[in-house]
């Protein structure tokens, strides 16, 4: 397959701004804002921003992280998850080209960073966004075979939770826990599927040791297992072969 430095760059661009929207989902809709008006203002001041405020990444930098009226330190999560976006966008543009479903699986992908940021801000995943990565990441041409996928994977996840919940005498698992199991499962297939599970679990499990009694938001694991599964799939399928029957 071959790729165009160009159109990569385009790619970047556009999925930076689409970082920059994701900023706007990530402060308004936990705090129950919409997203449409009023205009973006500085928090600190309320003064309304100009546009020449809002340019992705750049604004931040030439403002020197601060807001260019009250000159309030502006955290540095915005830029960070505009390039973030940026650059999870080029990465699926190189795995699966310019392709007619690629705005959906790159809008997927991007609805689990901005549910992942917020599961870590908030402990919570809204239940639009959610929804959300769940219809972007059916919208391809196997469409009924991912949404078989995602109804076993929600199932599935469902099961688990519910007889982890019936031992354990406490909920286990949450409705949001099962619609982004259902998300992997429409975007990664099975055994993918499981494969991105077992890294979600492996990635958590340091920072699980070191929160103790201190909960552990699980979205941004599984996102991460997610997009690693899904960029190196075929990969790690060939490695799961050779760890079952010894051969590729």
């Not at 599927?193 to 499990?205: G, K, L, N, R, T």
Request: hydrophobic residues 55%; proline residues 5%.
């Amino acid at each position: 397959m071959e790729y165009n430095i160009v159109v990569a760059l385009f790619i970047f661009l556009f999925g930076v701004s689409v970082g920059s929207f994701l900023n706007v989902l990530i402060y308004r809709i936990p705090n129950e804002i919409s997203i449409i008006s009023p205009p973006s203002a500085c928090p600190n001041c309320k003064n309304r921003l100009k546009w020449y405020h809002n340019i992705p990444i750049i604004s931040w930098i030439f403002l020197g992280g601060k807001c260019a009226f009250c000159e309030q330190k502006i955290s540095i999560k915005y830029p960070l998850v505009e390039l973030i976006n940026g650059i999870i966008w080029v990465l699926l543009y190189f795995k699966i080209g310019l392709v007619w479903y690629f705005p959906f699986v790159a809008l997927s992908f991007s609805m689990l960073l901005a549910l992942s940021i917020i599961d870590l801000k908030y402990y919570a995943v809204p239940d639009s966004l959610n929804y959300a990565a769940l219809i972007f990441a059916l919208i391809n041409p196997n469409f009924l075979i991912s949404l078989r996928d995602a109804a076993i994977g929600a199932l599935g996840l469902f099961l688990v939770g519910y007889f982890t919940s019936k031992l354990a005498k406490k909920d286990a698992l949450g409705e949001a826990d099962i619609i982004v199991a259902a998300t992997m499962a429409a975007l990664l297939g099975f055994p993918a599927f499981f494969i991105a599970m077992f890294i979600s679990a492996i990635v958590a499990i340091i920072p699980s040791l070191f929160a103790k009694d201190t909960m552990i938001p699980f979205v941004p694991f599984l996102s991460i297992g997610t997009l690693i599964t899904y960029l190196y799939k075929e990969e790690l399928l060939n490695l799961l072969e050779v760890l079952l029957y010894g051969q590729s």
